[in-house]
Each structure stands twice: as structure tokens, then as C-alpha cells.
């Protein structure tokens, strides 16, 4: 295969994009991009910016996007004018997409054509804050790229390997047949950590492994043997830890309770659930962690505060799934540059024999706790864009 392999991750107000080689073995380790970019500000009375790094995180391009451009269409488009006029741009050969939702058929990567877009379509419900923008960049880059293959990668089909037991909710059988039932999410992120960890730590990548996706959107895993155990994140991605406008975990009966007491439609307990609660809503200041940080609002810090309790609550949830723990991974933007929130959250799993390294940990380093913690801790920076890139190349080998 000649070319390039384009890698497209399309979210509310934001475009990310990275550029592979499409040549090379798609089984070996994660792929390098020779370019990643981001679209981000888009949408009605934002300020839009497109910003292009090479391989080196150095700046290669970065600019305002106005008028038409400042949309999820209009920026793809003035991303790959940009790419264009490159020396040895060179040709697309396929193109890659991150799909949140992948429902109960789609467990593994897949080329996307007519019949494809509209069952992932038909997920959005499930998703409604990252489903339609991923399916709208598909559609960008199919009227982009007329012909050339696209690939849907899911961040659920990491977990479709989990033991039966974690896929369940008690409910009946029927409804869990007919697709009622754990997914989990935040996938591709977590591939990339053990693809990662195999390098960094060979051997314990091999056993008990709790990683902890801690973003916007946030969500911890237990791996074994680089597979998914169990999940915080279950049938949508509105489950498990606080997140920044996301509730998290919630008693079912609330829901009931918000549409008949509250009179409450589903579309307002949708945005409530899913647009104006978690960090936002119990601080009232912000849902962006680095805000609530340097807020001085005592709604502020319990906010925090009660970020980090839900991730210790669960980190035990999670090393009872595993019989134990011989490692937690730290990644995503909050887990990757919050040092005093990951020190603090450590701290609280000293019970789990975790013993941090302060200065490691505030220093940057990769290993997070001393020599003889009997349970180590790391922090590793998530790329979803290269394992989008490998499963593409797969599919696209697969099909000859």
C-alpha cells in the first residue's frame, strides 16, 4: 500500500488529525505520524484555530480559521489545503476514524460504506455528545476524498472481550440480548497504553493493570494480560467516574424522579445528565480542571475533591475485578498534566500498597512511585491517532 494514511478524530468543536505513512507492518508497534493537527474553537461564536506539529511537537502551521472554515467541513478542508502544499504531500490512501459508539455489532474495525454509517447512526442516542460530530467527519472526509477507503475504529470493541459477568446489568435476558448491556469506552486510548507499557515494562504490562483515562471525558479500565477486565464507563459514556459536564455514576431511580416530580423532559435530562453536571455542575465555575485549580471558590475545590474520590472508589472497584493490582497507569489530559491531582489520588491508594515518589512525580517522569512500591504508578501519554492508524492498515490489508 502507497500513500498515506490520514487519521480523523472529530468532536464537538474540534477536529484532531494526524498523517502516517501507509506503508509498514500494521502488527508491529504503534506507528509515529509525520504531522498531527488540531481544528478546535468550531462551531457558532467561537474563536476557531487550526494548529499542525510535526513528529517533534514543533509548530508548522498555525492560524485562525473564519467564516466557511470554521466549521468541522470548512476546517478538514483547510487542513488538507494546507497539507497540500507541501513538498511530497503526497496521495491519501485511506482514512482512518475514531467511532465512540460501536452498539453490539461492531467489535472491531471496519471500512465504512452506506450500510455501516447508518447503523452507527442509529447509536447516537447512545452517545450524544460524540457520535454525530464522528459521523459528520466521516461524511467530511468522504465528500473530501471521494473513493478512498474509510475506516470506522471503536472504543468499544477494546472491551468486547470482557468476562460475561462485567458485560451485564440485572435486567432481564432479553433486554440484554437486545443490546442492553456494558460496553465500555475510551478504547482506543487504552490499546495505546498497552501497547505503550509492553515497551516501557514488559513484564508487568503481562499482569494486573489499571489504567486511568482522566479528561473531560474520564474512565478507568482493568487490564490483564493486555485485555479489558471491566470498565467504569458501561452502556454510554455518561457512566462511572465525575467528568467535566458528564454525571457520572447515578441511581436510576434520579432519572425517574427529575421527569415525574420534576416534570422533566428526556431531552432536559439528557443535557442535564450529559452538558450540565460533573465538575460544572457542583462547582458552578467551570468543568476544565485547570480553572477549578486556580479558583478560589470553596465550590471549586470540593468539585476536586470529589473528582478524586470517585476515581479511589473505583480504582478499588477495579483491583477487586482483578484480584489485585501490580500497576496504575495515568494518561489523558487531565491524568497526563495534573501532577497534584495524580500525588493526591496516590496518596489515598497508599492502602493498596501504593508508596508515591513526590518529586518523580512533580518532575515528570514516567514511573510515579519508589523502587519498592509493591504496586507501581506511571503516567504515559495516550495515542489514539496511531492505533486508529494501525487498525486501518489491517482492514485495508485484510481486504487485499
Known amino acids: 500500500m502507497t500513500g498515506s494514511l490520514l487519521t480523523l478524530n472529530a468532536g464537538s468543536s474540534s477536529i484532531k488529525v494526524a498523517l502516517f505513512d501507509a506503508a509498514g507492518d500494521g502488527d508491529a508497534a504503534l506507528p509515529a505520524a509525520r504531522w498531527s493537527g488540531q481544528a478546535d474553537g468550531l462551531g457558532a461564536g467561537l474563536k476557531a484555530r487550526l494548529r499542525v506539529r510535526d513528529a517533534d511537537g514543533q509548530a508548522l502551521h498555525d492560524a485562525p480559521l473564519e ?32 467511532i ?5 455489532d461492531f467489535v472491531a474495525s471496519v471500512r465504512i460504506d452506506a450500510g455501516v454509517l447508518d ?6 442516542p447512545l452517545a450524544p455528545l460524540h457520535q454525530p ?8 472526509a468522504m465528500a473530501a476524498f471521494d473513493g478512498v477507503p474509510q475506516v470506522a475504529c471503536f472504543d468499544t470493541a477494546f472491551h468486547a472481550v470482557q468476562p460475561e459477568v462485567n458485560r451485564r446489568f440485572a435486567l432481564p435476558r432479553a433486554l440484554h440480548d437486545a443490546g442492553v448491556r456494558r460496553y465500555g469506552f475510551h478504547g482506543l486510548s487504552y490499546e495505546s497504553i498497552v ?42 459514556p455518561l457512566d462511572g467516574l465525575t467528568m467535566g459536564t458528564r454525571c457520572g455514576q447515578l441511581d436510576a431511580a434520579v432519572v425517574l424522579y427529575l421527569m415525574r416530580s420534576r416534570g422533566m423532559s428526556a431531552d432536559e435530562v439528557e443535557a442535564l445528565l450529559f452538558r450540565q453536571s460533573g465538575l ?26 470529589h473528582f478524586a474520590e470517585q476515581v479511589v472508589r473505583h480504582m478499588g472497584s477495579l483491583a477487586a475485578a482483578l484480584r489485585g493490582v501490580d500497576a496504575i ?23 493498596l500498597g501504593v508508596n508515591v515518589d513526590a518529586a518523580a ?12 512500591s509493591p504496586v507501581s504508578a506511571w503516567v504515559l501519554r495516550t495515542d489514539e491517532e496511531a492505533v486508529i492508524a494501525r487498525h486501518t492498515a489491517r482492514v485495508l490489508r485484510a481486504a487485499g
Not at 119 to 124: G, T
Not at 206 to 219: E, T
Not at 332 to 351: K, S, V
Open 329 to 351: 497507569v495515568f494518561t489523558g489530559g487531565i491524568g497526563e498534566n495534573g501532577a497534584a491531582l495524580r500525588e493526591r489520588i496516590l496518596e489515598d491508594c497508599e492502602w
Open 133 to 140: 460530530h464522528n459521523l459528520a467527519g466521516v461524511r467530511a
Open 195 to 236: 501497547a505503550q507499557f509492553a515497551r516501557i515494562a514488559p513484564e508487568l504490562a503481562q499482569r494486573r493493570v489499571i489504567v486511568a483515562h482522566l479528561g473531560n471525558g474520564a474512565s478507568m479500565c482493568a487490564i490483564a494480560q493486555g485485555r479489558s477486565v471491566a470498565t467504569t464507563m458501561t452502556f454510554s
Open 119 to 124: 447503523a452507527l447512526a442509529k447509536l447516537e
Open 361 to 372: 512525580n512533580r518532575s515528570g517522569a514516567a514511573r510515579l512511585t519508589t523502587a519498592e
Open 100 to 104: 465512540v459508539h460501536g452498539g453490539a
Open 280 to 305: 460544572l455542575g457542583i462547582s458552578g465555575v467551570s468543568s476544565d480542571m485547570r480553572v477549578l485549580e486556580a479558583s478560589a471558590e470553596p465550590a471549586a475545590a470540593e468539585a476536586i475533591g
Open 67 to 98: 467564516g466557511a472554515q470554521a466549521s468541522h467541513q470548512g476546517a478538514l478542508a483547510a487542513l488538507l489545503d494546507w497539507h497540500a502544499k507541501q513538498s511530497g504531500g503526497g496521495r491519501i490512501a485511506a482514512v482512518g476514524h475514531r
